[in-house]
Structures are given as structure tokens and as C-alpha cells.
């Protein structure tokens, strides 16, 4: 499961929500009934030699686990106007997936996502201002866990690198 399909369904409005296009760093935090994965994984990898802490990196991305350690660092994502305009079309990229977007604003965005694996639930944003966003997904995974995604979006540069 991609735990960062909340940070691809950024924006859309019939007045685009007013964010710019461009680099930006997102971060999240997520849980899984109730249980900060973040601070699970960290844990994890810190009781570990750090000789030996690269190949239990490289043994969780080859059994699927690459998702979490991704949620212990910024990722950078571009984003372009035509993603901002169109965000049911963005949210493609996980496939299996349909969106619906069920509010448009200026200012907000809410989206509720359902996939083919059984991953569903609700996609809440806000933008603070045209350089920073908010928001969260909650639902369950494919194995009908409860699962909460709070993220933040700062703008980095206007061009992607």
C-alpha cells in the first residue's frame, strides 16, 4: 500500500486551489491502529548496528516495506499546473484507484479514494497560503487496518530539480 497517495491528490476547484506549481517537500506521520509508524520504524533502525542498518533498508524495500521508511523523511515532489487543475486525473497514478472529489475550494479539497486491493477512505487538505498545505487521509488498508495519514507540504522552488 503507498501510504503517500495523500500528497499526489493535491488540488483542483472550478478556481484551481491556490497553491503554486513547483518544487515542494512533503512530510507525513502515520498511524496504523493508533500506532505511530514513524516512531515504530525509527525505533527499529536505531537498535540496530549502524554497520548493518542499509541492509535491513534493503530487506524491507524487497518485501514491500519501502513505504515506511519513506515516512521518515521529507520527500520532494514536483508539481505542475496541470496536476493542480487536475487532481482526479493525479490520483491515477495509484493504480487501481478511483477518486471522487467531494469538495472544491479555493482554499480546501476533499477527495474519497477507493481501490481495487481494498485501501479506501477520505483525503482532507487545506491550504494555508500558496506556499504551504495540510491535511490528512483516513482510512483502512488493504487489511481493513485503520490507518491515518496527517501531512504538510512546504514550497521549495518554482523549479523542479
Do not use: R
Amino acid at each position: 500500500m503507498k501510504y503517500f497517495l495523500p500528497f499526489l491528490l493535491i488540488t483542483s476547484v472550478h478556481a484551481n486551489l491556490q497553491i503554486k506549481s513547483g518544487l515542494w517537500g512533503q512530510k507525513a506521520t502515520v498511524f496504523v491502529d493508533g500506532v505511530n509508524m514513524n516512531d515504530q520504524v525509527s525505533k527499529i533502525l536505531e537498535s540496530i548496528p549502524k554497520a548493518q542498518q542499509q541492509m535491513v533498508k534493503d530487506m524491507m524495500k524487497s518485501q514491500g516495506g519501502g513505504d515506511f521508511l519513506d515516512i521518515l523523511s521529507e520527500k520532494k515532489t514536483c508539481l505542475t499546473q496541470k496536476m493542480i487543475d487536475n487532481p482526479e486525473k493525479l490520483a491515477e497514478v495509484e493504480k487501481g484507484c478511483t477518486n471522487k472529489i467531494t469538495k472544491k475550494t479555493k482554499s480546501e479539497l476533499e477527495m474519497t479514494t477507493e481501490c481495487k486491493n481494498g485501501v479506501k477512505g477520505k483525503t482532507s487538505l487545506k491550504a494555508n497560503n500558496e506556499k504551504s498545505y495540510a491535511g490528512q487521509f483516513e482510512g483502512t488498508t488493504k487489511d481493513k487496518k485503520a490507518i491515518k495519514v496527517a501531512f504538510v507540504g512546504t514550497f521549495i522552488d518554482s523549479k523542479c530539480k
